[in-house]
């Protein structure tokens, strides 16, 4: 049997991802690159986590802030390979994984470590491969028999008819002894002068970013490999692109943001989402396409409306390709306020206004409330207050437990100073928003919050049992954004999670007085298509819907219908 040397882009570049790579050698895989929202991408490719045996990194941002949420899809420690500053971060590497300073190597590779001014690279040799059955050179031996070719492909002598014998060694293609690949992360152009000799690799990966890619001193040192990058792409890759798009065109909402950058160097190869290269055995083709996805014409991103919430994320421990996980935006005028961030909420903002939009919302972006310290839930922190670094010097007021703070330590210490300020969960006037707390049983510390202004108020629910403490005092509101993570029907789990299922929830809503109800924050094992209930206040939530804050009994229920009659 054949061992098939391939990468597999498991994310590309655009608006809502950063690239990141599976090399996989036969059944092994390696990731390359480990951006936010790792854990979607993996299993929105139908990967086993347990397949990888190491993780390799250039950076620490933006390529190293996903390797936590990776942590709660897979069941074994990985060494991981990359920046020496990631021995400082405890909260990104969480605790399934162990590290590699230099180098790496096992049964099937060994990879050097190349140090440049900002970054690293690496140089990975794969190993002696086992040369390849070769089905033609059996034919023209004379085997026709299926049976016989069947046998020689498991390396078994055959006898033809004739008495000729045909041994394995006939009809397999010589042992691959070597094979190099340089996986290039490029920060500023000097950094060319580093790089070993090109001529000893059969194939260079690019992580560069594509604004230094396209200058000519960086392209006419590349000529005459097989290149491979990644540049600006956006097509429809997760369900929840495809739903949001049938739900918006159904009620007259704004679709998602698209943005694109096709000016991809000549000769370069452009890794899209899901798309696979063949490295070895050589091919003729060895570039699968994704044929069939649909690119939606460009399209501007918008501010939210005022004085509404925007769901960045609705499922429950780790995001999936129809649904991220825990984040919330409130916009008000006087800035927004965000309740949670699990891991990719930031990509979630860029995805639905766009880069443009999206950093104005970083820019006016006044206050994280963090309702507890589970991993859904904050994750997607690190990679949002670096980026906003980028775009205000202005101070961020944080709501959050202790586990929070250790985690924004870190990352002040070893990449960038995030400008917050932590206060703690006691009533306080912000901006012209009044706050006020209330702690709800959950199996960690966990908080309910109200946001009021003007003729404005909201509630988020955080996780809680809705038998233990009550957020009735924090009542009444226009909307109460409420953990629903089961079905009645799995109440004992409910119970047994310290969660809340609907029919306590839907009791909930009327005792703290709530005009509307939105339900969030379900558990993997329901589909859309069994998120409904009757109440006429209350919907099950999709990423990427708008509420205003005091919407119409009409436009709720508009809103309701299109959602339970909009299917994949």
């Known amino acids: 049997m054949k061992t098939q040397v391939h990468i597999h882009c498991a994310s590309g570049r655009c608006l809502d991802k950063e690239p990141s790579m599976i090399l996989a050698v036969g059944k092994t895989r390696y990731i390359i690159e480990a951006p936010d929202n790792l854990s979607r991408n993996f299993l929105s490719n139908y990967f086993k986590p347990d397949d990888v045996a190491a993780i390799f990194t250039t950076r620490l941002f933006p390529y190293s802030v996903g390797i936590s949420s990776f942590s709660d899809v897979i069941q074994k420690k990985v060494p991981i390979i990359g920046p020496s500053e990631l021995n400082n971060m405890s909260s990104l590497l969480g605790e399934s994984y162990g590290m590699l300073k230099n ?3 096992d049964q099937k590779i060994n990879v050097q470590v190349l140090k440049l001014s900002k970054s690293l690279s690496f140089i990975v040799n794969i190993k002696e491969i086992p040369g390849g059955f070769c089905y033609e050179m059996a034919k023209s031996l004379g085997v026709a028999d299926e049976t016989q070719i069947k046998k020689l492909s ?8 004739d008495g000729t014998e045909i041994t394995p060694e006939m009809v397999f293609k010589p042992n691959i002894n070597t094979f190099k ?6 920060t500023q152009l000097e950094d060319l002068q580093l790089l070993p000799n090109l001529s000893d690799f059969e194939t260079i990966i690019h992580f560069t970013d594509p604004s230094i890619m396209i200058l000519d001193e960086y392209k006419s040192r590349f000529q005459h490999r097989t290149n491979i990058c990644f540049f ?5 890759y997760y369900k929840s692109d495809l739903f949001y798009e049938r739900f918006a ?12 950058n096709d000016d991809v160097p000549e000769g370069f190869i452009n890794l899209k989402s899901k798309e696979s290269y063949i490295l070895i055995p050589k091919s003729k083709s060895p570039l699968s396409e994704i044929k069939d996805y649909q690119k939606p014409t460009e399209i501007e991103g918008k501010l939210p409306q005022c004085n509404s919430i925007t769901i960045l994320g609705s499922f429950s421990k780790s995001p999936n390709s129809f649904r991220c996980v825990s984040g919330y935006l409130l916009s008000t005028p006087y800035g927004f306020v965000l309740f949670d961030c699990g891991c990719g909420t930031l990509l979630q903002i860029y995805r639905k206004f766009g880069h443009k939009i999206g950093n104005e919302i970083l820019s006016q972006l006044k206050v994280i409330s963090i309702s507890h310290s589970h991993p859904d839930h904050i994750l997607g922190l690190p990679n949002l207050l670096i980026t906003r670094t980028k775009v205000s010097n202005e101070k961020l007021i944080l709501f ?9 330590y870190e990352i002040n210490s070893n990449i960038t100073n995030t400008n917050v300020d932590f206060l703690p969960y006691s009533s306080t006037k912000i901006f012209n928003i009044n706050f006020d707390f209330q702690e709800v049983t959950h199996r960690v510390q966990c908080y309910a919050t109200k ?3 003007d003729d404005f108020s909201f509630i988020f629910s955080g996780d809680r049992d809705s038998n233990g403490l009550k957020i009735d005092k924090l009542g009444p509101c226009d909307i109460l954004l409420h953990e629903c993570t089961f079905l009645d029907k799995e109440k004992d789990k409910a119970d047994f999670y310290i969660h809340s299922c609907l029919s306590n929830v839907l009791n909930e809503g009327k005792n703290v007085g709530a005009r509307n109800l939105l339900l969030t924050h379900f558990s993997q094992r329901y589909s859309t298509n069994l998120l409904k209930t009757d109440d006429k206040d209350t919907l099950f939530v999709i990423d ?3 509420i205003p804050l005091k919407i119409s009994d009409e436009d709720f229920e508009r809103i309701k219908n299109a959602i339970s009659n909009t299917e994949l």
């Open 451 to 453: 946001a009021s202004y």
């Open 103 to 105: 180098s790496y190597e």
């Open 181 to 186: 690949i340089l996986i290039l992360d490029i």
């Open 544 to 546: 990427f819907l708008t």
């Open 232 to 236: 600006n792409t956006q097509y429809y």
């Open 400 to 408: 959050a437990p202790k586990e929070v703070k250790k985690m924004i």
């Open 249 to 260: 065109t159904s009620i007259g909402f704004d679709p998602l943001c698209i943005e694109t």
């Open 154 to 161: 498991k390396r078994e002598t055959v006898i033809l008819p």
